[in-house]
């Protein structure tokens, strides 16, 4: 490995004013190749669409004959960097080992120059950047070969071939290092249309290879964003009112030994549910330590003041709401306000689907209810600022959205973008919740007001009691049976708080595209089908957690499903594979039921459930078997998991990245919620928010479907690093009817559970 620790750096301002697309002359560098990687994520819905040619990741090929990849994506335990690096090298024919990745900062150039760097969400690095890695790569090896030839006068391309890092002419046997080529390169124009590697001569396409980052990780090198020290930093830790939609009544004095309290605003753009722009909701205490600051910060005595409506603010009137909406939610206007409460129809009609139920044999009927969950990341929100009035700003960030970071500190200092530096760093966990920005605002805020570089920290508690939540939803399931057990009618309603709706994205006549994944486009002959979404009007402030929608809706439908097959007489595996309509997914559910051994009966006292699903082009099975059900939990032995990503790039990747899905999805289904009292969150650190602990672990089988022996650039690759998550709760909730007859419909299945004595 020739680079295991991806450098961080700020964006580089000379190469903002280079070309877009094609190659670019670096005389001191060698060649340096941009090419077009457009921003394409979940936050690209909110955000302007990229425009074509946006450029924003870059290789470099020295005369010292280094390789070096520069991406805009955040590492935040994907493997993404690694992977588009094994991609990389496979179209460059180099040793992987020799390809050193570095992290782009980003820009607000548009087109994005290259370097820059993107949001990082929906699962989406690999799969939206597979081609063009591979097409920009391709362009370089040939263009090196063009090199070679002008080199021997030789134009005959098929007198050359390539072989790590090196061109080679075979008529006379020289031989030219990419090293030689790289200055000669650089003069000419990129090759179009170059050829790709055919599918059957990869190398490391489709193999599992070391990651990148994880030697850095293991020396204790990596850099992430706690780990920051910039000289003459002072340190900050913040308090929140612990009422959400309360402000700060007046401010506290400095306690003893401490530099400063500092006020805290809502900064706009940031604010989410009751929390209104430009209110003080929080103050940072200042001082010369992290500990000292943060036992101050803990002693810390603020008076609030409380919304008027924090009474309202807790979870059995946000259920009371969603239960009412599924019968009174008005439809939605075209142009009208469609305030929260809006019905929007996303598929089919409700009258055809009543129609069709209206003579069926047998009808389930079922209410589906999820929770608020945290995002719970294992490194807490941060962020170190160095401020200098008027003259710069320099951000480091764990952050999953660095153009929204350097946007938002332009916004705040009125520093234009060459005098604003953003180093996205390591990400101790981002699950979405580092996509938002708030943290940064108020380090920012803080830096301005004291004057030093200050790193601002969340304590764990804050994390917790004030997150932006997986939301919560109600779901209403209606389906009708014939007398052999055809689906005849399936009518179906979301309503959940809307994630784009409290960002202020105006919804179209579709509603919020998070509330309805996993709904739509089911590849079930379900007979007439209509799927509805209705914004909730809850305002305890959610955002994107693993999965988004995908988590709420597969375990309606899943389970659902699975309750049609009861009432059929059926098994549930056979059931469903009788209803697909995708040959895909149906390979997907064999895959997932032979490695559960689902036709051989369990053990004696388990049972097995079965769940399938799609997100982010991927299509995902789990069966979960379980067994000792008590009234505190139960024990989950067995995980089986298949999945069909068209393209398996890393398949050690892919596997890690469904084994940590599953356990996260298993952690939340058992015990996962946020629950709220009078606007305050109760559960406050891990000690209240049960995880399982090692030995509790079970064992997970995963299959990977083989990508295809010729792959065809049209059909979607789909990602990895959420898809453990929203088949795990249905599969559970499955199996815990087959092994005590009783139907969960409601997650966590243990709600209050804690970690005893911790």
Known sequence: MATTTPEVRPASKSKEQVGRRGFLASAAGGLTLAFFIPEVSRLSDIEAAPLPGQVNAWLQVGTDGSITLTIGSSEMGQGS??????????????????????????????????????????????RTNFWKMRDAAASARETLVQAAMNAKSDQTRSNFSVTSGAVKHVPSGALFTYAQLAAAAALLPPAANAPLIPDSQFKLIGKTVPRVDIPSKVNGSARYGLDVRVDGMVYAV??????????????????SGMLAVVPTKVIAGTGRGTEVTDSVNAVAVV?????????????????????????????AKFLSDGQALLTTATPFVAGGANPPGTLYTVEGAASSAAAANASAAKIVDATYTLPYVSHACMEVLNCTVNYVAGVSCEVWAPTQSAKAVLSLVMTMTGLPATAVTVHTMY???????????????????????????????????????????????????????????????????????????????????????????????????????VTEWVSHPSPIPVGFWRSVGASLNTFAVECLIDELATAAGQDPYQFRRSKLTDPRWIAVLDAAAALGNWTSAP??????????????????????????????????????????????????????????????????????QQTFVSGVAQAKNFNKSRMIRLGEMPQIGITIIPGPAASDRTVNIGGAGELGVPTFAPALANAYFKLTGKRVRSLPLFPGATMGGL
């Open 81 to 126: 960097m690694s992977g588009l690096a094994q991609v990389l090298a496979e179209e460059l024919v180099v040793d992987y080992a020799k390809v050193k990745v570095v992290q782009g900062g980003p820009s607000l150039v548009n087109p994005v120059p290259v370097g820059a760097a993107i949001n990082t969400v929906g699962s989406s690095v690999i």
């Open 238 to 255: 913040i308090k929140h009112c612990p009422t959400f939609g309360g402000t700060l009544a007046s401010t506290p004095s400095v306690p």
């Open 287 to 315: 001082g010369p330590n992290t500990w000292d600051t943060w036992q101050a910060a803990k002693r810390l005595k603020v008076t609030w003041s409380l919304p008027s409506s924090a009474a309202n603010l807790n979870n």
């Open 427 to 529: 990400l101790g966990g981002g699950l979405g919740r580092k996509a938002e920005v708030d943290f940064v605002s108020q380090a920012v805020q803080v830096a301005m007001h004291v004057n030093k570089p200050v790193k601002l920290m969340w304590p764990r508690e804050e994390d917790f009691t004030r997150d932006q939540y997986r939301p919560m939803g109600v779901i209403h399931g209606r389906a009708g049976l014939d007398s052999a057990g055809n689906i005849l009618g399936w009518s179906y309603r979301n309503v959940s708080p809307s994630i784009l709706g409290q960002r202020g994205i105006p919804l179209g006549a579709s509603g919020d595209s998070q509330g309805i994944e996993g709904a739509v486009n089911l590849p079930y002959n379900i007979g007439a089908r």
């Open 603 to 672: 053990p004696a006292g388990r049972a097995r459930g079965i769940a399938i699903g799609a997100a982010f082009n991927s299509i995902v099975a789990e069966v979960v078997e379980i067994s000792n059900v008590t009234t505190t939990g139960l024990r989950v032995n067995r995980v089986s998991c298949a999945i069909d990503c068209y393209i398996p790039v890393n398949p050690g990747s892919i596997q890690a990245q469904l084994q940590g899905g599953i356990v996260h999805g298993l952690n939340a289904a058992l015990y996962g």
